[in-house]
């Protein structure tokens, strides 16, 4: 469990969300509905620590990556990875919905679209608490304060979870990693 805080990501102007989210939320509205009176960070507990790490590495481990033009057929298809198979956004859709049923509130864990080190779209989930924003990734199992994941943070769901809010290109330091 991380010993000191990190920063809270920026939060910015409302947007329209991703449309893999659209597509999602209509599809799964049970998924996207965010009750406004749960809160919004959790307490960063060292038993909320490995509740987090445990489901990051099932997840990551659980699932064989595979783009949606291969899997679906076509672009950009936000879905839970029910046949093992998925691109970044279903590692965390499945992570988002082990930790609501282990107790999380949906509302502190944010789908959020980044660019990566390679410079490409990726698809993470923030999870808020006391102690600042985290990140996990299906890239690695390490959850990171998100200032150190290298990535540059476009958006994320807000406090509703159907609208989501700009970060405004918040760029995180690069970190070295040695994989997952």
Same mark, same amino acid.
């Given at each position: 469990m991380p010993s000191? /805080? /990190?920063a809270v990501t920026p939060r910015s102007d409302a947007v329209t969300p991703v449309p893999g989210w659209t597509y999602f939320c209509r599809h799964r509205?049970?998924?996207?509905?965010?009750d406004p009176s749960e809160p919004s960070t959790i307490a960063l507990t060292p038993q909320a620590w490995r509740t987090l790490a445990r489901v990051n590495h099932q997840v990551n481990a659980m699932i064989r990556p595979m783009t949606d033009e291969e899997h679906w057929g076509?672009?950009?298809?936000?879905?839970?990875?029910?046949?093992?198979?998925g691109d970044c956004e279903d590692y965390q859709l499945v992570k988002r919905q082990r930790l609501v049923s282990a107790g999380f509130p949906r509302r502190a864990l944010r789908m959020t679209a980044v660019i990566d080190e390679d410079g490409?779209?990726?698809a993470v989930m923030m999870v808020r608490t006391d102690r600042g924003d985290f990140i996990l990734d299906n890239k690695r199992n390490a959850i990171l304060p998100w200032r150190k994941t290298g990535y540059i943070y476009l958006?994320?769901? &807000?406090d509703? &979870? /159907?609208?989501w809010v700009s970060l405004g290109e918040a760029f995180a330091a690069p970190v070295a990693t040695a994989g997952r």
């Open positions: 000191r /805080s /990190s509205p049970e998924e996207c509905a965010v076509g672009p950009d298809r936000w879905d839970f990875a029910e046949d093992g198979y490409a779209p990726h958006q994320r769901e &807000g509703t &979870g /159907s609208t």
